[in-house]
């Protein structure tokens, strides 16, 4: 399968890719990608509607004891480091960038918890950049199409971002994710229904 069949495939599958995780500025939406981690989207919406009542600044995080945090985002899994990391985050933003989310991926990636999945799906959807972040979801759906044989994720990302057009990776970005969350899933893939079906390596039909 070329990239253009797998495009106009994805176009037609998922018709209105985008972030699931609900957000009004970047850095709420860094929160929350620090705390999708291992945890679902609808979960992280769950306790960001509560927790940003009440924080949703670095300058609220960065004062915040961190035995409050945790208990605040508790049910995300993980909260012990999920709530260090946010916390830590919120005062490299303050201490380094002036408060405000980095708006380039070298920066973004020096901050505490944030990795290169992060930081892409920072760049893509709070500041419109093209980015490929590769998540489980994408990396599984990438290597049943054939497009890697690999389960490293910055390996995957190295070569959908050789394999697709640039102008493109951020919407493919999504795709996929949506793409693997409801289709393509990693028990029982839907592949009767898959319009990649007849040429998916991977397919069960
Ligand atoms: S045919 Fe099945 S395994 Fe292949 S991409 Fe479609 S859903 Fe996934």
Request: proline share 4%.
């Amino acid at each position: 399968m070329d990239a253009k069949f797998i495009m106009s495939g994805l176009d037609a599958m998922v018709e209105n890719p985008r972030c699931e995780l609900e957000h009004k500025t970047p850095f709420e939406l860094l929160v929350a990608v620090i705390l999708s981690a291992q945890c679902t989207d609808k979960r992280v919406n769950a306790v960001t509607r509560e927790l940003f009542k009440t924080h949703n600044t670095p300058s609220d995080f960065a004062s915040m004891p961190l035995g409050e945090l945790e208990q605040k985002i508790h049910s995300c899994g993980f909260y012990h480091n999920k709530a260090k990391a946010i916390i830590s985050a919120s005062r490299d933003i303050l201490e380094r960038f002036g408060g405000a989310v980095p708006n380039n991926f070298d920066d973004l990636l020096t901050l505490a918890g944030v990795g290169r999945k992060t930081a892409n799906v920072v760049i893509a959807v709070a500041f419109g950049g093209d980015a490929f972040a590769v998540d489980t979801h994408v990396l599984r759906v990438s290597n049943r199409l054939g497009i890697v044989k690999t389960r490293d994720p910055n390996k995957c990302e190295e070569k959908l971002c050789a394999f697709f057009p640039k102008n493109k990776w951020s919407k493919l970005h999504y795709q996929m994710v949506l793409f693997g969350r409801y289709t393509c899933k990693a028990i029982k893939p839907e592949c009767a229904r898959c319009l990649f079906n007849r040429e998916c390596p991977d397919s069960r039909v």
